[in-house]
C-alpha cells in the first residue's frame, strides 16, 4: 500500500508531499489540472520511463520518494535482495534526476541502497499496478487478449507455456542445424578445399615462435656484416686492453692510476674507497676486453647461413602478407586445424538431424496440447466470471466469449485467442476491439481488472480516468466497482465523474496556480525569465464542506445552490451505498 510520496520538481511540481488513505482515493480537478502528472510521479518514483523533460523547467535536478507498506509477499521478496525493510515493513523507493549535457541522468534507491532499474520493476510489479489512459486501445490486441487469458488461468497454464515456449525453442534449434546442413553442403565442400591448403601452407612453414621474424631479421643484419663487427671488436679490443700505437689503454691507463692511489692510500685511508672502485673498474675493463676478443675470434662469414635466413626471412613474409602478423598467423593456424576437423568428421549426418528434428516436433505439439485444453478451461471460467463482473456496470445483457482456433505452433502455444462481445441483446459476437464503444471499452478494462483483483499482487491498483466516455448510471456502476475494489486493494483513482468522487474514502483536489517565478526556493528568478510560473497543488479534502463543493464544481462547474444540493445528495448516496456494500461484504 503507498503511504506517502514526496515530489521536487518534477513536470509542473514545485514541492509536494501526499499521504494516501488505504481504500479509495480520488484525486478530481479540471481537465489539464495536472492529475496524471502524481501518476506519473508514481511510475517514475519506480522506475518507470521519463525523459529530460521530466525535470521542471529552471531546475537541475528532481527528486521522487513513495513509501510503500509492504505485505507478506513483498517483504519476503525484499529479504531476498539483502534488503532491510524500514520500521519491520516500509519499503521507501526514492529517484533522483539530474539534467546533464548528455540528457538526463538517473539514480534509484531502496531504502538507501542504490539499485539497478531491474530491481526497481521488479519490485514495481509487486506494490502497483498502473491503467493508464489510451490502454482500452490495446484491449482489442490479441497478444494482450492471450495474456490476460493465460493469467488468469494460473501457476498451471503458465507452466504449461513454459514448457511450450521451451519445446518451441527446441525445435526451433533442431529446425535450423537441419536447414543449416541442407543448404551448406556445397559451402562446406568449398571450405574444406580451402581449409586443407591453408592448413598444408602453414603446416610446411612450421610456424612455432611469434618473435621468429624478429629474430631473423636481427640475425641477417649481423650476418651482412661480419667484417665490420670483426674490425670494429679488435679496436675495441685495443681501446680497452691492448694498443699497439703510442696511445695507452684504458687499461693501461687504469693500472697507473691504481698503483698511484695505492701510494696514496698509505698516507689517507679516505682514499681507500676511490682506489676500491678503480679496482673494480680496471677488473670490469679487463673482463670486457676478454669478452670483446673472443666475439671478434669467433665471428665468420658464412654466405650459406646468410642465404637460409634470407629466405626463411622471404617465407615468413609471405605468410605474414597473406594471414597477418606472425602472433596472429599461429594463432589461425590452431584454429582452422580445428575447424578442418570438425569438417572432416562431417558432424551430425543428415538423418539424424531429420529425427531430432521431428521428436522436437512432436514434442512441441503435445506441449501445445496440454496448452490448449488448459486455455479452454480456463476460458470457460473467465467468460463467466467476466460477464459477471459487467452486469452490474448497466451491460446486464452482454455476452462475451473466448474464441480458440488452431493455429502454427508459436512459443505461445498454437491458439489464436480473439475476445467477442455482443453489449446489446440480438447482435451477434464480434472481436472486442472491432465493436466496443469508448465507454464500453473503459467498462470492459474495469472489470477485467476485478476479474484479476484476487490473483493480483501488486497491492496497490491506480487508474487514470477509467471512468472516459461514460456518465450518469454506467458512472455510478463503476464507482461501486472501484469501491469493491477497494475492499481488497488500495485504489488511486483519477476521475471527472462526481458520482465516482463521491464514493472516495480520500479525496483530493488537484489544479494550477500561478507564482512568482523564485518565490520557490529551488529556482532563481534571474535565470528563468518570465515573472511567472506556474505550479500544480493538491488538496486534501477533509470535511464535508470542502467536497460538496468539489463536487458540486465537477457537476456543473460552479459552486451553485442547485449544484451544492445535488453535491451533498451525492454524498448522502454514497455514504447509504458504502455502508450497504459493508454489510454484504
Known sequence: MLLSLRIENFALIDCLDLEFGPNLNVFTGETGAGKSIILDAIDAALGGKVDRRAIRTGAARSILEATFELDKLAATWLSEQEIEPIDGNLAVCSRELTASSGGLRSRSRLNGILVNRQVMEQLRDRLVEITAQGQTVQLGQESLQREWLDLYGGTTLTEARSQVAAAWLTASQAKTALDSRRQSEQQRLQRLDLLEYQVRELGEAQIEDGGELEHLEQESIRLSHVVELQQQSYQVYQALYQNDGDTASAADLLSKAEETLTDMAVYDLQLQPILDMVNDALAQVTEASRQISSYGEELEADPEKLEEVEDRIRQLKQICRKYGPLKE?????????????????????????????????????????????LRREAALQLEAHLVAELKPLAMEKVQFQVEMAACDPTATGADRIVFCFSPNPGEPLQPLGAIASGGEMSRFLLAIKACFSQIASASTLVFDEIDAGVSGKVAGAIAKK?????????????????????MADSHFRVNKQTIPAGSDINEDAGNLGPIERTVVRVAALNSQLSRREELAQLASGRSATEAIAFAESLLVQAASLRETMANDR
Not at 485504489?491 to 463521491?502: K, S, Y
Open 482 to 502: 472501484l469501491y469493491q475494489l477497494s475492499d481488497k486493494h488500495q485504489v488511486l483513482c483519477v476521475t471527472h465523474q462526481p458520482l465516482i468522487a463521491a
Open 329 to 373: 598467423a599461429i594463432a589461425y593456424y590452431h584454429s582452422i586445424q580445428n575447424e578442418l576437423n570438425e569438417l572432416l568428421e562431417g558432424g551430425e549426418s543428415m538423418e539424424a538431424l531429420e529425427l531430432a528434428y521431428q521428436a522436437a516436433v512432436g514434442q512441441l505439439k503435445d506441449a501445445s496440447s496440454l496448452l490448449t485444453t
